[in-house]
């Protein structure tokens, strides 16, 4: 427990100067408007892909506004991408080495659910994440959010309920999860403890 305490000791102070937190920001919701854009897409048809209020993409795109995890994963699915992906466009830095205090850190605001890119950007189909749940939150996602990616769940510290659909997994440290075809996915803590886990993404094109 003690990784997982360090992990999120560690983050919140990465996130105690507020001009790091308003930087990614805004480069999520330049990628965000890039993504929309390059698709010839208006503000309206891209809420209505996703799902999701106009008014908060507007938000999002111009930095006013921190993006939920809930909201990045329909976003996301509307784009055709993986979350793990559009982020990446976002915020990974070039190179072969990543250092670990390079690595982008990014803050769901709705549930402190705290996601570390490992993986540098490359050309290669994979991307490497470390993800810190706080303890009695979840985080939902939409099956469109994994309709491209193959993805693994390997449970660090600390417990992981995973609901894949109508599924329930228990997972705990050590345990390594294969993700069946794309369902509307739960990430949820329930327990008294931060769990952190690894997330595999192998995009599919």
């Given at each position: 427990?003690?990784?997982?305490?360090?992990?999120?000791?560690?983050?919140?102070?990465?996130?105690?100067?507020?001009?790091?937190?308003?930087?990614?920001?805004?480069?999520?919701?330049?990628?965000?408007?890039?993504?929309?854009?390059?698709?010839?897409?208006?503000?309206?048809?891209?809420?209505?892909?996703?799902?999701?209020?106009?008014?908060?993409?507007?938000?999002v795109?111009?930095?006013?506004?921190?993006?939920?995890?809930?909201?990045?994963?329909?976003?996301?699915g509307?784009?055709?991408?993986?979350?793990?992906?559009?982020?990446?466009?976002?915020?990974?830095?070039?190179?072969d080495?990543?250092?670990?205090?390079?690595?982008?850190?990014?803050?769901?605001?709705?549930?402190?659910?705290?996601?570390?890119?490992?993986?540098?950007?490359?050309?290669?189909?994979?991307?490497l994440?470390?993800?810190?749940?706080?303890?009695?939150?979840?985080?939902?996602?939409?099956?469109?959010?994994?309709?491209f990616?193959?993805?693994?769940?390997?449970?660090?510290?600390?417990?992981?309920?995973?609901?894949?659909?109508?599924?329930?997994?228990?997972?705990?440290?050590?345990?390594?999860?294969?993700?069946?075809?794309?369902?509307?996915?739960?990430?949820?803590?329930?327990?008294?403890?931060?769990?952190?886990?690894?997330?595999?993404?192998?995009?599919?094109?």
């Open positions: 427990m003690e990784v997982a305490y360090t992990l999120l000791r560690h983050t919140l102070v990465h996130y105690s100067d507020g001009m790091l937190h308003d930087d990614i920001d805004l480069r999520i919701g330049a990628r965000i408007r890039a993504e929309r854009e390059t698709r010839g897409w208006s503000l309206t048809e891209l809420a209505d892909r996703a799902k999701v209020s106009r008014a908060m993409i507007h938000k795109e111009r930095g006013d506004s921190s993006p939920t995890a809930n909201l990045l994963g329909k976003l996301s509307a784009f055709g991408l993986s979350m793990s992906t559009l982020l990446a466009r976002a915020e990974a830095a070039g190179g080495l990543l250092r670990k205090d390079d690595q982008p850190v990014w803050t769901d605001p709705e549930t402190g659910y705290i996601r570390r890119q490992v993986s540098p950007k490359s050309d290669m189909p994979l991307d994440v470390e993800v810190t749940l706080p303890a009695g939150k979840e985080v939902p996602m939409p099956a469109s959010a994994y309709a990616i193959r993805q693994l769940i390997w449970v660090l510290a600390g417990d992981l309920v995973f609901a894949e659909g109508p599924v329930r997994h228990e997972l705990h440290a050590g345990d390594c999860l294969h993700l069946g075809p794309p369902e509307d996915c739960v990430f949820r803590n329930e327990g008294n403890e931060p769990c952190t886990y690894a997330v595999a993404v192998l995009r599919d094109g």
